[in-house]
Structure formats: structure tokens, C-alpha cells
């Protein structure tokens, strides 16, 4: 089937739905790896606390240079033929469900450590080759801020929901079946499986991207160019010219901010699914059933959605992370409370206080994780103002690049760190030292982060009112129209956006 969308289709909520769907699968299979993942290696396939935590952190290290990989290949895609056909976003994405189903293999108690290890690195990097074609879709199939908001609700109510239905069914199945047997985990894994590959499957089949001609391939679109041999000394020339594509991305200022936040706020999130079932297990003294139970009640952030997007539209991005940051911080020190007072009031008390203290910070976390996405589709207009031209992709793929880099090294320290204070898997009680490394990955990490990410967000400066700026004047240049020409406020939001002079914007 040829490609023949066009960018001025109309974003509706049924193909918000459809596109929101993508992040059921990019968003539930974070929290069913990181709410389970580690607790199922370490009791049921003979693994320690640092084997699981350094298999968990190598593989995210291998999928952040999978990132790179299939950042620039997903942008250059429409120079082949079959890619022309199906939409260069749309042959990767078209590949995700079938090979979701190895992840299967993750849950089977009993297999040699390499398997967990091989299966494990296959499901990140296919993570990373879904969320790269996925990412850059809102920016292509909207230019209106609003549509584009639309887009990034609806699939941060996708994805919470995804989110909040791990924990929630797994809690009652464990519930049902029991936490010491293997069974109640492998029901939970091998139904959310499938589930993940079929809403990988709507995604790809809901949403529609750029025509080649449309990102810049018409000449490959038309047969002017033609596929060619390129050789060694080619390669080489595009691995340096690749090496270059991403060096470029951190020349603009907002991409600098926002990956500092998104990477901060991401890691943090990843740090606290991976660690927050042992908190409740050996901090709080309460089960894993009850750790799910809790981590469900993130299901209070789904009608909350739809009005994180009107906030978007009204107040813009930099006054909403002030709000989230600032209530996270005080999420923090109420979870810390919960900790210390646990023996200290009745059990009754500390059960609503507890509860409170959850509702409270999983609805901060929510509003501050939802804004790095609905941020990003607007890094790329301010990007086409100084490269002209739609680099989406590689901006996902930089970003997860990093993030995963990142995230990756954070997680095996995380391992060192739990085992370095004396944390056992094999125990059914920790020492108090290993509670206060747990408390102190948990709760002191995502507090720093949350401190640097406040002062950060003070000079973003993206916004509905800034981005439309920048698409006029993109428009403007488009038609023909010359830098000279350009108005004093529209050149300093170039300059402010791109911490470029305007002079060294849209060069050919």
C-alpha cells in the first residue's frame, strides 16, 4: 500500500486513541519489568540482587546505543523503496509485535543466565525501535499546538492507564495465587505480553506520517536518485556524517534543556519502579500485593489528563514543572514520614496516612513525567529554523540515547549500592542498613533530581506562544521570505529557543 497521508488530516480523538495506544506498550512495559522483573530473577531463577540489577543496567547500556542506531536509519528510511511504500516510521514499528513475543521467554523460571540476559537486550532495543519511530508521530501528524497536545494527553492517559493496570492486576493475582510461587507472575507477564504486541499493532496501523516528499525525499520519491553502492570509504563517510548529526542536536537550547529535565525526571521514575516494591517489602513491612495495590492507585492521574492539557495550553510547560517538581518534593518527605512513623501510631492511622502519601506523590510524578513528552514535538520545530529540515527521529533517538546511557549506569550503581549496604534477596527481613539504602535510592535520589530539574525549568522558554513564533516565521523563510525581513521579538525567540545568532539559522 502506498503512502498518501497528508500532514493536514485532522487529528481526532479516535486516532489520538489509536496513536495513544502505542504508549499502552511503551509506557506498561517499563512498570512490568521494573515492578517485577527483578523481585521474579531474584526468587524464582537463582539470581542475586546485583546479578538482576547489572543484567537490567547492561542491557538498557546496549539499547541506548540501539537508540543511535535507529534514530538516523528511521529518518533516512524513505531512501528505499519498501520504506516509500509503507512509511519509513511505520516498516520499524510494523516489525515490534511479532518480536515482542521472545519477551515471553523473560518470565520461564529455570533457564540458563545468558537466555534472561539475550532475551532481556532484545526487548529493550526493541523498545528503543518502537519509541524512535513512535516519538517523532505528533510533530508529523499535527502542527497545531492543540492537536499536538491532544496526541500527547490522550497517550499519557494510555500510558498511565497501562501503568496503573500492571500493578492493579498483578496485586490481584498474586493475591489469588500467591507471592511465593511463580505462577501468579508468569500469568501477569505472559497476558500483558500479548496485550503490549496487539496495542503495538493498533498504533502502527492508527497513525500516519509524512510523505517522502514531504520530509524531504522527493527526489528519491521521483527517481531522480537512484540506490547505489557505496563502499568502505562511503561508510565511513556516513558514520562520521551520523556522528555529526547527533553532535548537532545539543547545539540547540531548548533540546539542552529538555533532555537534562527528561533524562533526570525518566531516571528518577525508572530508579523508583525498580526499587519501590522493596521499599514497601522490607521499609513498610507490608507484601508485594500490597506494594501493587499501592503503585495502582496511580489510576487517581487518569482523570487528571485531560486537565494537565488544558494547563499545557493555558499556562505552558515551565509553570506546570514548577508545580509538579515543587509537589514531589513534598511526596518525598511524606513517603520518608510514612517510613519513620511506621511503628510510631496506630496501624489504622498509618494506613490512611500512608495511602495519602501515595496518592499524593504518584499524582506529582504524573504531572511532571507527562510534560517531557509533550514538550518534545516542539523541539524539532525550533530545530528546522536552523537546519531546515524534520529531524524528529534522530532527536528521539538522541534522547533515548542518553537516557538510556544514563539510566543504565544509574541502575548498576543502584545494585552496588543495595548490596554495598547489606541488602540480601534471599531474606525475608533487612537490616537496618539496607533499609536505609533502599530509602535513600528511592526517596534521596528522586529528591535531588527534582531540586536540579526546579532550577532548570526556570529558563525554559517554550510555549505555545514561543513555538507558534517559530512555525510562522518557518513558514515565512519557506515562502521565499529573507532574514532580513525578520522582527525584533520574532529574532530574539529564535535566538532565546536556539541559543543561536539568527544569522546562522536557516543555512542551506
Not at 333 to 358: D, H, T, Y
Not at 418 to 425: H, I, K, P, V
Request: glycine share 10%.
Amino acid at each position: 500500500m502506498r503512502v498518501s497521508w497528508e500532514r493536514s488530516r485532522k487529528v481526532t480523538i479516535q486516532s489520538a486513541i489509536g496513536y495513544g495506544m502505542g504508549d499502552f506498550y511503551g509506557g506498561g512495559q517499563g512498570v512490568l519489568v521494573s515492578t517485577y522483573l527483578a523481585l521474579f530473577w531474584t526468587r524464582f531463577c537463582g539470581m542475586t540482587i546485583g546479578s538482576a540489577q547489572s543484567v537490567l543496567g547492561l542491557s538498557t547500556i546496549i539499547s541506548a546505543f540501539a537508540a543511535l542506531f535507529f534514530g538516523v536509519l528511521d529518518d533516512n528510511l524513505y531512501r528505499f523503496r519498501l520504506a516509500r511504500e509503507v512509511g519509513r516510521r511505520h516498516l520499524l514499528m510494523l516489525m515490534i509485535p511479532p518480536l515482542l513475543l521472545f519477551g515471553l521467554l523473560l518470565w520461564i523460571p529455570g533457564l540458563p543466565f545468558a537466555v534472561y540476559l539475550g532475551v532481556y537486550v532484545l526487548w529493550v532495543v526493541l523498545v528503543q525501535m518502537f519509541q524512535t519511530s513512535y516519538n517523532p508521530l505528533p510533530g508529523e501528524m499535527a502542527q497545531d499546538f492543540g492537536e499536538r497536545t491532544l496526541l500527547s494527553t490522550v497517550r499519557m492517559f494510555i500510558s498511565s492507564a497501562s501503568g496503573t493496570l500492571v500493578p492493579l492486576i498483578g496485586g490481584i493475582v498474586l493475591a489469588l495465587m500467591g507471592e511465593e510461587r511463580p505462577m501468579g507472575y508468569m500469568v501477569v507477564a505472559f497476558a500483558f505480553t500479548i496485550g503490549f504486541a496487539l496495542a503495538a499493532g493498533i498504533s502502527c496501523f492508527a497513525t500516519w506520517e509524512l510523505t517522502p516528499c514531504q520530509a524531504g525525499f522527493g527526489q528519491w520519491e521521483n527517481g531522480v536518485i537512484k540506490p547505489s553502492r557505496i563502499g568502505f570509504q562511503g561508510w565511513k563517510r556516513r558514520l562520521r556524517k551520523v556522528v555529526r548529526e547527533y553532535a548537532s542536536t545539543v547545539r540547540i537550547a531548548v533540546f539542552r534543556q529538555h533532555l537534562a529535565i527528561y533524562l533526570l525526571v525518566l531516571t528518577s521514575t525508572d530508579i523508583f519502579s525498580q526499587t519501590f516494591v522493596f521499599f514497601i517489602l522490607y521499609n513498610w513491612n507490608r507484601s508485594a500485593a500490597f506494594a501493587s495495590i499501592l503503585l495502582s492507585c496511580g489510576v487517581i492521574s487518569l482523570p487528571l489528563m485531560p486537565v494537565f492539557g488544558w494547563m499545557m495550553t493555558r499556562i505552558g510547560p515551565r509553570r506546570m514543572y514548577a508545580i509538579g517538581f515543587s509537589a514531589g518534593l513534598i511526596g518525598v518527605v511524606w513517603l520518608l514520614a510514612a517510613w519513620l512513623l511506621e511503628e510510631r501510631i496506630p496501624s489504622p492511622a498509618w494506613m490512611v496516612f500512608a495511602f495519602a502519601g501515595i496518592l499524593w506523590f504518584l499524582t506529582a510524578k504524573a504531572l511532571y513525567g507527562y510534560l517531557p513528552w509533550t514538550v518534545f514535538p516542539y523541539v524539532a520545530d525550533v530545530d528546522q529554523i536552523v537546519t531546515r529540515r524534520s529531524r524528529a527521529a534522530t532527536f528521539s533517538g538522541m534522547q533515548f540515547f542518553a537516557r538510556q546511557l544514563f539510566s543504565g549506569v544509574i541502575m548498576m550503581l543502584v545494585g552496588v549500592v543495595l548490596s554495598a549496604t547489606g541488602f540480601d534477596s534471599t531474606k525475608s527481613a533487612q537490616p537496618w542498613s539496607a533499609q536505609v539504602g533502599i530509602a535513600a535510592v528511592l526517596l534521596g535520589f528522586t529528591a535531588v533530581v527534582l531540586i536540579i530539574c526546579w532550577i532548570i525549568d526556570s529558563r525554559l522558554a517554550i510555549d505555545k506562544h514561543t513555538d507558534g513564533i517559530i512555525l510562522r516565521e518557518i513558514a515565512r523563510l519557506q515562502n521565499g521570505g529573507s532574514k532580513a525581513d525578520v522582527d525584533a521579538d520574532t529574532k530574539a525567540v529564535v535566538e532565546r529557543l536556539t541559543g543561536l545568532k539568527y544569522e546562522d539559522c536557516w543555512k542551506a
